[in-house]
């Protein structure tokens, strides 16, 4: 990849060859369910990006261009490995647990999950294998994005319980070997921040620059949208002042150019290190550096749906400011950090979490919760085969400096079970199928709550069921352009993310009248086999070191089909996929070697994996 710095009459080839160009590319071509060699093609890597416009009938606009060539002047350089092995680190030996706190296990019947019921269930966290805990955010918060909003960074949301609580949570996890880290939510924070409320109220307050807060006009500042509908600027005070807010109105961006306020991050994540915690989840951490507040360019807004995106995917000082919160705060704790990173493919992520890079540990990327085409409202199937192709593609070419995060699911989303396969007599063998790639192939599982206990998107029948923030606003802006209630409702159902956010139906647990979801522990009951299988898949994975660092070689590609090796000198492993609903030949045959996961209904001895059904070998 080269370094030449580039124009208009570059190819489109040489775009692809910088880091940014070919994560946004690629981003393209998914959001247009076309393939990779659409690019890679020799006759179309040729063309001038130039050309591509009058080519395309000018389809995305010449702004679109231009945007992409500055972009992807700020980045020419790719990462390069330097390594041929791993270096082991605990966290990449770990599996982890995401718990959404308020929907985990509800201790005292208030309708609300709390610090004391995660206490009541970390032996059976302990028991199912997991090694480290993420907690959704616990911080003091009014709750307009369910704790994403903080008012407090230092004090536990009343709620969930105190920060003795807190304490007694870490000393235990601590006892029993396991480890925890927090959410750190620091692109924005609450409005009812004491810092936001003395910005807006004082002018000469030293926290004003700690937002983005622009004097009354009748205008916004610019064209920017917001994640959860509408525009992302907003009017607060009694001086009407505009304050951006990437997500809801009530959560107001922080301005990361200020040294002051970095300053002041640094310390709170300090105050928690000192405490104990091992490390973060970096809430939407590629989203800190704001480039410029220009106008976003309307074809790209389209695209993607965001305007003014191309400001903050990934702005000019990212780089900067990770590599300063990591000497700062986290190295000198040896702490560990992933980063949510929206809309960050494989080069921007390894310039974020190579191992010379000192920025973050990992990412978590998004690329594969939805197929090409396809956006989370859609309601559609989807198509394993996507994922092989996917996650192929990270094994063999993340390289060895950077180690990545395996999961399907998290709070943001609908249940990935429930889009893999919606025949309830299918979905057993599908779960055991997600579970089975996602701790046999290479990288850091992270099990979402109630994963392995197969739950499913909730069959919710009223928008009224419905309490998050991004639903209700999209509910309403759908209605608003005209969509009829009907069709809106169904188009939440199928992206909304309440389907993450229902109480766990935990087997001893008393359903709460005060709970909004009480009906979830009534109509969906834990698959108490899975949770058994998963048992055993961990227990596999942490035995063997070859399904941790081991090497990736895929054996059958055709469709439907995931066979790949994971092997190291000492071990080989063949895992056998069937990708599909339907039963089909030619299954691996295992001759000498040991089937250590066996088929679920089959006989071993079949040449015929069943729908879903996977096989793991062992030479
Ligand atoms: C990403 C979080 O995962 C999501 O739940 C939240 O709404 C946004 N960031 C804003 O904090």
Redesign the pocket.
């Known amino acids: 990849m080269g370094s030449k710095k580039l124009t208009m009459e570059s190819t489109l080839g040489e775009v692809y060859d910088t880091p940014i160009g070919h994560d946004v590319l690629k981003k393209v071509l998914l959001q247009l369910g076309a393939e990779d060699i659409l690019i890679t093609n020799p006759l179309v890597s040729k063309i001038p990006v130039s050309m591509i416009g009058k080519l395309t009938g000018h389809s995305m606009g010449q702004g679109f261009y231009e945007t992409l060539i500055n972009l992807c002047n700020s980045e020419k350089k790719a990462y390069k490995d330097t390594k041929h092995y791993y270096t082991p680190k605990w966290w990449k030996e770990a599996v982890f647990y995401q718990i959404y706190p308020r929907t985990f296990c509800d201790s005292n019947g208030d309708g609300v999950g709390d610090i004391q019921g995660i206490i009541k269930r970390l032996d059976y966290l302990k028991n199912l294998g997991v090694d480290a805990l993420w907690l ?1 955010p616990i911080y003091d918060s009014p709750n307009d ?2 704790g ?2 903080i008012r407090d960074y230092r004090k536990i949301m009343t709620e969930f319980g105190t920060m003795e609580d807190f304490e007694e949570l870490l000393d235990k996890v601590h006892e029993k070997g396991m480890r925890l880290i927090m ?1 750190l ?1 620091v ?2 924070t609450s409005d009812e921040h004491e810092w936001f409320k003395d910005a807006i109220s004082d002018k000469g307050s030293k926290y004003r620059d700690y937002y983005f807060i622009k004097e009354n006009s009748d205008k916004a500042p610019n064209n920017w949208k917001s ?2 509908s509408g525009p992302a600027w907003g009017q607060y005070g009694e001086d009407e002042l505009w304050a951006l807010h ?3 109105k009530k ?1 107001v961006d922080l301005n990361w150019e200020n040294a002051g306020l970095r300053r002041d991050i640094e310390d709170m994540i300090r105050f928690w290190l000192k405490k104990g915690v091992d490390g973060f989840r970096m ?2 951490i590629n989203y800190i550096s704001k480039g410029s507040l220009k106008d976003g360019d309307e074809t790209i807004g389209k695209m993607f749906g965001f305007t003014g995106i191309e400001h903050y995917l990934y702005g000019p000082h990212l780089h900067e400011y990770l590599h300063e919160l990591h000497e700062e705060a986290f190295a000198p704790f040896d702490a560990f950090s992933v980063g ?1 990173t ?1 809309g960050v493919g494989m080069e921007m992520a390894k310039l974020l979490t190579g191992e010379s890079r000192e920025e973050i540990d990992m990412i978590f990327s998004f690329d594969h919760l939805e197929t090409p085409g396809h956006e989370r409202f859609d309601d559609y199937k989807y198509d394993l085969n996507y994922y092989r192709n996917y996650i192929t593609d990270w094994m063999e070419n993340y390289g060895n400096d950077c180690w990545m995060s395996l999961f399907y699911d ?3 989303n609908p249940r990935m079970l429930s889009k893999v396969e919606s025949d309830p007599r299918k979905q057993q063998a599908a779960a055991r199928l997600l579970a089975v790639m996602q701790f046999t192939l290479r990288g850091t599982p992270f099990i979402f709550q109630g994963d392995e206990m197969g739950l499913k998107n909730y069959e919710f029948t009223s928008i009224e069921e419905i309490t998050d ?2 639903s209700k606003n999209k509910y309403a802006e759908l209605c608003g352009s005209g969509m009829s209630e009907e069709k809106a409702f169904k188009t939440i159902l199928s992206g909304t ?1 309440e389907h993450a956010r229902v109480m766990i139906p935990w087997e001893d647990s008393a359903v709460s009248p005060h709970d909004p979801h009480r009906k979830v522990a009534m109509t969906q009951k834990a698959d108490l086999d899975l949770t058994e299988v998963y048992k055993k898949l961990i227990a596999l994975r942490k035995r063997y070191n070859a399904l941790c660092y081991g090497e990736f070689k895929v054996l059958n590609k055709r469709r439907d089909r995931f066979t790949y090796e994971r092997y190291d000198k000492n071990e080989k492993f063949v895992i056998d996929c069937n990708l599909s609903g339907t039963a089909t030949r030619g299954a691996f045959d295992g001759s000498g070697f040991k089937l250590v996961y066996g088929p679920l209904y089959g006989r071993v001895e079949d040449e015929v994996l069943l729908p879903y059904e996977v096989r793991i070998w062992k030479k």
């Open positions: 959704s994005d369910n994403y909003d959410d939510v692109n924005h994640f959860f990437l997500f809801s959560q809430d939407v949510e929206p998290n709070h943001d923030v991004e993310r």
